[in-house]
C-alpha cells in the first residue's frame, strides 16, 4: 500500500473529488481526517471508507476559520498522532464576469478557494516540520491556467492556488515538506452539475464541456483522486512545486471538439 503508516487531511471531503481522495488514500493504507463544511457528509464519507475497510475520523470543518482550523488540527493530532498529508481540495464555484459580480461572491470564492490554501497549509505546517516533512496538495484547476468566460473569480482564485503552490513549495523544501496541486478538467461532480443548472441550456453547456476533452468524457473523481495518491505517496519525493494537470487533454492543444 503506497500510504500506509500515513495520516492525512482531507478538506471538501463530503463530496465529489474530495470524498473520493478520502476513499483512495484510506484504500492506500492511510488513516484519514475526513472535513467538509457539511459535517454529516463527512461522516457520511468516513461511514463508505469504513465500509471499504479503511480507517476514518470526521468532523464539520469550514476552511474559512483559521481558529476552526487549528481546533481541527490539535483533535487530528490527539485522534490520529500526527499528520502527513493535507488535501486542500474545498472549494466553491460563483460564475460571473469581473464587470458584473457583487463584491461578497468575489470575497466568498476568493476565501473559499485560495485563503483557504494559506490557513490550512499553515496550520499543518509545524506539525508536518515536527514528523520530517510531508506533502501538501491542493486541488487547483485548469481554470487556474486557461481563462473562463463569465468566471473570473474562480478562475483567479485557482490561478492563485496554482502560485501559492508554488511558492510553498519553496518554502518547504528544507523541511521536506512537499508541495503540489492538481489542475482539473470537467469532472462530474455536484460542483460541475450546479456549473452547468446556472447557465442558460444545461444540457447543451454539459454536451460542449464533454466535448472540450479529446479523451470523449468528463473526467470523474477517481481520476482526480489517483493523481493525489501519486502526489501524496514517495513515488513522488522527487515533485515539487508542480501543477499536475489532469484534463482529458483540454489544455493539450486546438481541440475541433467531439464529432
Ligand atoms: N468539478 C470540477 O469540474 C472541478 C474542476 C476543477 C477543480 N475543481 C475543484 O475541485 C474541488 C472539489 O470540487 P468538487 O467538484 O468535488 O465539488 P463538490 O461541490 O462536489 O465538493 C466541494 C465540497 O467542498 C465543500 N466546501 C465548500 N465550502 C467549504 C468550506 N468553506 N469549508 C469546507 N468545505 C467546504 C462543500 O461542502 C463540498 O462538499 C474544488 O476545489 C473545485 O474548485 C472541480
Same mark, same amino acid.
Given at each position: 500500500m503506497?500510504l500506509?503508516g500515513?495520516?492525512a487531511?482531507v478538506?471538501?471531503?463530503?463530496s465529489?473529488?474530495g470524498?473520493?481522495?478520502a !476513499?483512495r488514500?484510506?484504500?492506500?493504507?492511510?488513516?484519514?481526517?475526513v $472535513?467538509?463544511l457539511?459535517g454529516?457528509r463527512?461522516q457520511?464519507t468516513?461511514?463508505l471508507?469504513?465500509?471499504?475497510?479503511?480507517?476514518?475520523?470526521s468532523g464539520?470543518?469550514d476552511v474559512?476559520?483559521?481558529?476552526?482550523?487549528?481546533?481541527?488540527?490539535?483533535?487530528m493530532?490527539?485522534q490520529?498522532?500526527? @499528520?502527513d498529508?493535507v488535501a486542500n481540495?474545498?472549494g466553491v464555484?460563483i460564475?460571473?464576469?469581473?464587470?458584473?459580480m457583487?463584491?461578497s +461572491?468575489? +470575497?466568498?470564492? !476568493?476565501?473559499v478557494?485560495l485563503?483557504s490554501v494559506?490557513?490550512?497549509?499553515k496550520a499543518a /505546517?509545524?506539525h508536518l516540520r515536527s514528523?520530517?516533512?510531508?506533502a @501538501?496538495?491542493?486541488t487547483a484547476?485548469i481554470a487556474? !491556467? /486557461?481563462?473562463?468566460p463569465?468566471?473570473?473569480a474562480?478562475?483567479?482564485s485557482k490561478a492563485?492556488?496554482?502560485m501559492l $503552490?508554488?511558492?510553498m513549495?519553496?518554502?518547504?523544501?528544507? +523541511?521536506?515538506?512537499?508541495?503540489?496541486?492538481?489542475?482539473p478538467?470537467?469532472?462530474d461532480?455536484?460542483?460541475i %452539475?450546479?456549473?452547468?443548472?446556472?447557465?442558460p441550456?444545461p444540457?447543451a453547456a454539459?454536451r460542449?464541456?464533454?466535448g !472540450?476533452?479529446?479523451?470523449?468524457r468528463?473526467g470523474?473523481? &477517481?481520476?482526480i483522486?489517483d493523481?493525489y495518491?501519486y &502526489?501524496?505517496?514517495? %513515488?513522488?519525493? /522527487?515533485?515539487?512545486g508542480?501543477a &499536475?494537470?489532469i484534463?482529458?487533454?483540454?489544455?493539450?492543444?486546438i /481541440?475541433g471538439?467531439g464529432?
Amino acid at each position: 500500500m503506497r500510504l500506509a503508516g500515513k495520516t492525512a487531511l482531507v478538506t471538501g471531503a463530503g463530496s465529489g473529488i474530495g470524498r473520493q481522495i478520502a !476513499l483512495r488514500f484510506a484504500a492506500e493504507g492511510a488513516e484519514v481526517f475526513v $472535513t467538509d463544511l457539511a459535517g454529516e457528509r463527512a461522516q457520511e464519507t468516513a461511514r463508505l471508507v469504513e465500509g471499504e475497510g479503511g480507517t476514518a475520523i470526521s468532523g464539520a470543518l469550514d476552511v474559512t476559520s483559521a481558529s476552526a482550523v487549528q481546533e481541527a488540527m490539535e483533535m487530528m493530532i490527539a485522534q490520529l498522532g500526527g @499528520i502527513d498529508i493535507v488535501a486542500n481540495n474545498a472549494g466553491v464555484t460563483i460564475v460571473g464576469a469581473a464587470h458584473s459580480m457583487q463584491e461578497s +461572491d468575489w +470575497d466568498e470564492e !476568493l476565501t473559499v478557494n485560495l485563503k483557504s490554501v494559506y490557513i490550512v497549509s499553515k496550520a499543518a /505546517w509545524p506539525h508536518l516540520r515536527s514528523r520530517g516533512g510531508g506533502a @501538501i496538495v491542493c486541488t487547483a484547476s485548469i481554470a487556474g !491556467l /486557461w481563462a473562463i468566460p463569465d468566471d473570473a473569480a474562480y478562475c483567479a482564485s485557482k490561478a492563485g492556488v496554482v502560485m501559492l $503552490t508554488k511558492c510553498m513549495a519553496l518554502d518547504g523544501a528544507r +523541511d521536506g515538506i512537499r508541495v503540489n496541486c492538481v489542475c482539473p478538467g470537467f469532472i462530474d461532480t455536484p460542483m460541475i %452539475e450546479g456549473y452547468f443548472a446556472d447557465q442558460p441550456d444545461p444540457q447543451a453547456a454539459r454536451r460542449f464541456a464533454t466535448g !472540450l476533452h479529446p479523451l470523449g468524457r468528463l473526467g470523474q473523481p &477517481l481520476d482526480i483522486a489517483d493523481g493525489y495518491v501519486y &502526489l501524496a505517496s514517495e %513515488e513522488a519525493r /522527487w515533485v515539487t512545486g508542480t501543477a &499536475l494537470v489532469i484534463d482529458g487533454g483540454l489544455t493539450a492543444g486546438i /481541440w475541433g471538439g467531439g464529432d
